[in-house]
């Protein structure tokens, strides 16, 4: 194991442990399967047929964001989707978001960078979105102003969501704005040449120092920067965007839909339907921290956190939270290995190759936007 993927690997499983703790330390290990035993787990079937159904329309998304550099099939689009979701279930540091292209790759002749593009604007989507759900979703539930939870050495209270709605906006606009400045060809360059030249403050330490900070930093930023503004210019129409946008909430809804049908099951758990939203986006951000494969432990601090705040006991919220983990993670990975059976995709393999299709597409496209002396 690489030594960069040993250490993304220890912070994430150290993070999750702690995390774990800090969600179930007073929930006594009897109580909670006392619990996990008293739901009727009936609701599972049409609770996990949701979370499939949403793959279901992010794949119609992907083919949307796609249709510009390759139009691909239905299923074409599907299996590599549920492949790398899979693989974000069981590997750390989210290599199924890489895995994704290498698989279009190979089986449509996509080439990397594009398919990599796209999977960023995907990512721009559903973090806008979730954004500005959050928005609505904090101004239509009530949380009592008096409630404060401890987390670690923390205080977790309605203020505290108030102040990252506050600021979740501010990032939103601010991502709003990139976007658009990175899309125009001229500020892109100007962005990028700033992102390569800044490493030129070090000069005094020396140039080996610069040449090393460029290479580690500068660009990697840069391609950054390529694949985000290359998957935009992808949706060039306003009836793509407006699809994209439709789709991206219908994702969110059935997602949260499926939250609302399992809790139908679940003894203790009466929240409405906002205030399971709620409850999904504040995990969202939660699992957005490096975590162990799987988002284990994050999931159930974010959960046991946000249900908490709407009047839930402690034991029915690690109860239901950890249940309805389960039913969001299972049904994808069975998906995505039925996925790789039919395609023939040997999981291991692509995941190693991936960084092979990353030097050579993504090296091509930083290499020719880069002043000729830094390539």
């Not at 976007?179 to 990028?192: A, D, F, Q, Y």
Request: glycine share 8%.
């Amino acid at each position: 194991m690489k030594p960069k993927v040993f250490i993304s690997f220890a912070v994430g499983i150290a993070l999750s442990g702690i995390a774990l703790y800090f969600a179930f330390r007073n929930v006594p290990f009897q109580d909670l399967m006392a619990y996990l035993a008293s739901i009727r787990y009936i609701w599972v079937l049409p609770a996990g047929l949701l979370v499939l159904a949403s793959f279901a329309l992010r794949t119609l998304r992907w083919q949307i964001i796609l249709e510009s550099v390759h139009r691909v099939g239905f299923w074409h689009a599907f299996h590599p989707l549920m492949i790398g979701f899979m693989v974000n279930c069981i590997l750390p540091g989210r290599v199924g978001e890489m895995v994704r292209p290498v698989i279009l790759q190979k089986q449509d002749k996509v080439p990397f960078s594009s398919g990599l593009a796209t999977v960023a604007a995907e990512r721009f989507f559903d973090m806008t979105l979730l954004m500005g759900l959050f928005a609505g979703v904090m101004a239509l539930v009530e949380i009592d102003p008096d409630l404060s939870i401890p987390f670690g050495a923390y205080r977790l209270n309605r203020e505290t969501l108030v102040i990252v709605n506050t600021q979740m906006i501010k990032i939103m606009a601010a991502l709003l704005v990139g976007v658009i400045l990175i899309s125009v060809g001229k500020t892109r360059s100007m962005i990028t040449r700033l992102i390569w030249n800044l490493p030129r403050l070090l000069s005094p330490v020396g140039g080996n120092v610069v040449a090393k900070v460029r290479e580690k930093v500068s660009r990697p930023w840069v391609r950054f920067v390529e694949n985000l503004a290359s998957g935009f210019s992808m949706v060039r129409h306003p009836g793509q965007i407006f699809r994209c946008v439709l789709l991206s909430f219908l994702i969110w809804f059935l997602l949260a839909l499926s939250m609302v049908v399992f809790a139908m099951g679940c003894p203790g758990v009466e929240l409405s339907f906002f205030e399971l939203t709620a409850v999904m986006i504040i995990v969202c951000f939660f699992i957005a921290l490096p975590s162990a494969p799987g988002f284990w432990g994050l999931w159930e601090a974010g959960g046991v956190f946000a249900m908490t705040l709407f009047g839930v006991a402690k034991n029915e919220a690690a109860g239901f939270t950890l249940a309805n983990h389960a039913i969001q993670m299972v049904p994808v990975i069975l998906v995505g290995l039925v996925s790789a059976a039919i395609t023939g995709v040997n999981i291991w393999e692509v995941v190693r190759g991936r960084r092979a299709g990353i030097s050579r597409e993504n090296e091509k496209t930083v290499n020719s936007v880069l002043p000729k002396s830094a390539s």
